[in-house]
């Protein structure tokens, strides 16, 4: 509410028009980034154990709206094996307000894991986008695909601020609050094992339920082809099971971007 509140107050410092012009040469984009978290969460669950993570990516960007990218996560407990992703999407301007954007990404573990059921995962994902002045809104549905499938719904709402002068005259600050919701069936836990522990298990995971909400407060500082940024979440889980023990806290951490313009 604060937040709404607050971006329709300064509305006049935000959500300018892209000053790109369409008659500029045209350009693909290869994106590298690098990003660091103190604890990782999936669903707003970090299932009661603090374990942070990074992981690098490198995206190549073609100037149709088509984009390929290649990750490597890392999570900092010598049981968790390395995970890699691969994906394929497409992202295009369906109006000046409004926006999609289309992917399936593929996850492999090339180790042995604990943990059943992620070493050939994949998710596809449907993003639809409104910029209604005040705020960015964005609906997307997500299918977890792998042995006992999930469907997710997430609900996020956003609004970019920059300021107008660069600071020491070198960084373009920027900061872009945001609160999300997301729902969804939580057949996820199968792949912890949890089933054969609890009988009432599979009757509470099946249901579409709302599973968490977070805000999140990025700051960004750009420089030429550079962007790192410091990220600042509250991640708020719900209708976790008994056995879950996931709490509320905060997430923090750090992202860099380098972004080559390739002249097409």
């Excluded at 992981?55 to 996560?73: C, E, H, K, Q, R």
């Excluded at 509250?234 to 380098?258: A, H, K, W």
Aim: hydrophobic content about 40%; charged content about 20%; some cysteine.
């Amino acid at each position: 509410f604060i937040l709404v509140v607050f971006c329709t107050v300064a509305k006049v410092f935000a959500q300018e028009k892209d000053s790109v012009e369409s008659g500029q040469e045209a350009f693909d984009f290869l994106i590298l980034n690098g990003k660091i978290i103190d604890r990782f969460t999936f669903l707003g669950r970090d299932f009661g154990r603090k374990i942070p993570s990074t992981n690098l990516d490198v995206m190549y960007y073609f100037n149709t709206g088509w984009y390929m990218n290649a990750s490597i996560f890392k999570f900092l407990d010598q049981n968790v094996p390395y995970q890699y992703n691969f994906s394929l999407g497409y992202q295009t301007d369906l109006s000046s307000k409004t926006d999609l954007n289309l992917s399936y990404s593929q996850f492999f573990v090339a180790e042995d894991s604990k943990v059943t059921g992620i070493q050939n995962m994949g998710l596809l994902q449907g993003t639809f986008g409104l910029d209604w002045n005040y705020l960015y809104s964005t609906i997307q549905v997500q299918a977890l695909c792998y042995e006992k499938p999930d469907i997710f719904l997430i609900s996020k709402h956003s609004r970019y601020f920059e300021f107008d002068q660069k600071l020491f005259k070198v960084f373009i600050v920027a900061f872009e609050p945001s609160f999300s919701f997301t729902y969804g069936t939580s057949r996820f836990y199968y792949l912890g094992g949890f089933e054969e522990n609890h009988d009432q298990t599979a009757l509470t995971i099946d249901q579409f339920k709302f599973l968490s909400w977070d805000i999140n407060f990025p700051v960004n500082f750009e420089w030429n082809n550079w962007i790192i940024e410091f990220q600042h979440r509250l991640v708020i889980p719900r209708n976790t099971p008994d056995f879950d023990e996931s709490v509320s806290g905060l997430v923090f951490g750090c992202q860099l971007f380098y972004t080559i313009p390739i002249k097409k």
